[in-house]
């Protein structure tokens, strides 16, 4: 699968004791996907985090189908439903399925008919997908090929979830997301009590497949999911590193 990398915008509050995230701005990729996350199998997060970075007992089930033989399986059930289920919802775009897993390869829809259509009116109303199976209006064989046409509509999970375009959203630190406004971001700062203007940083960052494995990891475990992710990358820097994408605003001194 193709990298892909999305992009967001943060507004960075770089005030001792330590920075953090106050909200971003997101557009329609980023915030789809982030969206999906919410129908993603529990299965998946254990495969794409590791059993050690669960915290809970979700893990435990998950040991338990990979040991478990095959005697107590129901004739036909596979393991790989439960281990390896395909992710993300389809309410995300390809562009922001960033943690899609390759699930089995699906067969070609192939349909068949009996040779008798032409003589038989009735026989045109069959198909089957079990080739060599009997048509119920003549007794003969089902194994000519039909061919399957698709309609080629865009369906609603390729549009993905929320309105592109112009709109951008509003992200929190907590991964609250409405549509951004002047208003109600000015009056996020009160809310979370940003007392330094002159302290507000503008950050970009990118979100590639390691970010996003952070940012489902951190959505389990924590209440300040940007911060954790984008600014506590290096245990070791009490900082955030600043690169040519991030720019003091010309607020407060």
Do not use: H
């Amino acid at each position: 699968m193709a990298a892909t990398t999305l992009t967001m915008k943060l507004l960075v509050d770089s005030s001792p004791p330590r920075p953090r995230v106050v909200f971003a701005e997101a557009g329609k990729d980023t915030v789809d996907f982030l969206f999906s996350l919410l129908a993603m199998p529990s299965g998946t997060a254990v495969k794409l985090l590791g059993m050690e970075s669960m915290v809970g007992s979700i893990a435990n089930l998950y040991a338990s189908i990979e040991k478990l033989g095959d005697p107590y399986m129901e004739p036909g059930a596979t393991k790989e439903a439960f281990l390896c289920p395909t992710v993300l919802s389809p309410a995300a775009s390809p562009k922001s399925s960033l943690l899609c897993l390759p699930g089995p390869p699906s067969a070609p829809k192939s349909f068949y008919r009996c040779d008798r259509g032409g003589l038989y009116s009735s026989c045109r109303n069959y198909v089957t997908n079990d080739r060599g199976a009997r048509c119920p209006a003549c007794g003969s064989q089902m194994i000519y090929d039909s061919r399957y046409v698709s309609s080629g509509t865009v369906t609603q999970e390729a549009k993905g979830f929320v309105q592109g375009g112009m709109a951008t959203y509003t992200v929190t630190d907590d991964l609250m997301i409405f549509p951004m406004s002047n208003i109600s971001n000015m009056a996020m700062l009160n809310t979370v009590a940003v007392r330094n203007l002159s302290a507000l940083q503008e950050k970009t960052v990118q979100i590639g497949y390691e970010e996003g494995l952070a940012i489902v990891k951190a959505s389990l475990q924590s209440k300040t999911v940007l911060t954790d992710v984008f600014l506590r990358k290096k245990p070791n820097s009490s900082t955030p590193s600043l690169s040519n994408n991030d720019r003091s605003l010309p607020w407060g001194a």
